[in-house]
Every structure is written in structure tokens, then in C-alpha cells.
């Protein structure tokens, strides 16, 4: 027996979410216009939060096969750019609510303690997903880590708790998924089960290394003719000196451990290579998805500085609701919480086309292998 027609209203449970907006209360009707507005942004929130991790998953879930399908590739970066559009769209949010002013927001404040936006356990999800560090975690307040922030009152479990549990569980998270993709993809033909892969990826970073110096040098030669002094020559001198003993340091993994050392070295010289060489078929679509992460990541961070500056506007710089030192807290998360510092930092190296070493066997990048 066929079931009753479809109405927009039972399809996207149009009465049942119309009921959420009474906070404390048993409806909306006896709260103001700016609470309902508060609470409203904040659940809108919370449902973009849910289809970041859905989106986020799926690309994860891409990077993790091994070897990534090249016809995967699109939908991946797809994923990533849909993100970036949500984040954009929570950033927006901050707009509305900078319509309610400190007096008016003060007026129904005391209902939250000590209740907190750091205890939205789907923004701590989205940023453990990305595969956030957590010893760059910086202290919210009085609760002794963001784990503690997400407990009852009692110090009992919550289903804020739990969520964030089962997501710390789920691995890999993006980051390193994504980063074991790039240690396949092939430098100059070569790739990691390859023998003689290591000398492959080592000549070609020398090569790199070399050309980036003859681009500095020649940027600093045309810096010094516009030198003031002696002085400001010899800073000039100092300055290019340690971008290029920077740049090498950077390319080798100096600075991490050397057990670490040609794997952190090779995802790192595969990201200057597809940057590099983005014109070659087989690394199309992987640049576009590098030039991908970097609009995710860049739009997290404006959402971070966007929050940081409403809150600011509204309440000033008065201690948070959640015992954390409110705006101080946002800004230096916004300073600190980066994930791709390593597609970050290559942007810093980038030659010139005409400058980069000639590319080693082309043939090999059409589109025939898998990554």
C-alpha cells in the first residue's frame, strides 16, 4: 500500500525544528528577539558543523585508499571546496549576531554559565577530523583539558563527551591520510617502493634547493641596488641567506626526527613538485586539491579571527561564560591551530616556471597511474 504523498513540511520536520528555539524555557514565547537570535545562529551552526564532518569523512575516506583512485580525485576536491563554502557561511553568521548589543546580550547572558561554545563537541570533532595537534591545544580555563569542558557538571560522561571519544577513535584523520597520499606521489617518475626512489627524490631537491638559491640571489642583487646604506645591505644579506638555509633545512626534514626524516622530506618535496609541475596531467587534479586545502584551512582561520572580533564587539574582553579568558582564548586559537603547516610553508619556496629543474621521464604523468 503506497504511503501518504510527501509534504515539505514532514520532509524537513518543519514544526519539530521550529520548537528547539525556547532555550531553558518551554517555548520562545517568553524569551526576547535576541536570545531566540542567539540560540537560533547557534543551532544553524551546529547543523553546518554536521555536514563539515560528513564532508570531511568522505575525503578522508578518499585518501585512505591506497592507491586513490585518479577519478576520485574530483569529487574529492569537490568535498573540500564545499567545506570552505560552509565555513564561509558560519563565518557570515558572526554579522547577525553583532546585531545584538552588549546591553541586550547582557540581559539573558547569566542563563548560560557555565555553559560555553568551546563545548560544542562538533567544532572539537571537525578539528581532531583535520587532525589538529593536541599538545597545540591551548588551555580554555579552569577544566584541566577541552576533554574535561565536555563533562556534566558532575563530572559525569555526556553525550558531547562520548561524540568527541568516538571521534578521536576514528582514524586516520585527514592530514594523515592526505599526507600518505602525497609520500606516493611520484618525483621524477619515481615512486617510494621504487629502487633508487631516495636518490631520485634526493637529486631533485638538490636540483630545487639550487634553483631556489639563483632565484634569491638574484632577488637580493636587485634589493641591494635599492639599498639606503651599507647597513641595510648587510640586512639584506642576512635575510636571503637564512630563506635559503631555511628552504634546504625545510625540503630534508631537519627538524624533525631522523627516524622521520625522508618521509617528512618526501611528502614535503611531493607538495613542491605538484605545485611545480601542475601542468602535467596526472598532477592536475592533485593541485587543485593542494590549492583546496589551503582555502579550507584559510577559511577555518577567518572563521577563528571573525569570532574572536564579534565577541569583542559584544562583550568586550571580559572573562568567557565557560571560565576562559574569552576573546584572548579565541585569538590565540586563531594564531595557533593550524594543521597543513607544510602545504602552508612550501608556498614560501615556489620558483618560477622557467627557473625549475626540467622534469625527469614526462611520459609517466599521463593519466595511467594510480597515486
Known sequence: MAGSPTTYWNYIKVEELLSLQCGLEETDRELTNDEVLFITVHQIDELWFKLILRELVAVRDCFAQVPVPETSLAAAVRGIGRVATLLRSVSQHFELMETVTTRDYLGFRDKLFPASGFQSAQLREIEILLGLDPDHRVHLGHEGSYIDALKNADGSSSPALLRVQRRQQDTPCVRDALQAWLYRTPIQGSVPDDAGDAEVVAKFLEEFVAAHRRQSDHQLEMAKAHAMSDKDIERLEVRYAGEIDKARLFLMGADVDEADRRRVSRVRAALVYIESYRELPLLAWPRELVDGIILLEQSFL?????????????????????GSAGVEYLDQTALKYRVFSNVWAVRTLLLRSEALPAVERPGFYAFTHGQ
Open 302 to 322: 577567518i572563521f577563528r579571527q571573525r569570532h574572536a572580533r564579534m565577541v569583542e564587539r559584544v562583550i568586550g574582553r571580559r572573562t568567557g561564560t565557560g
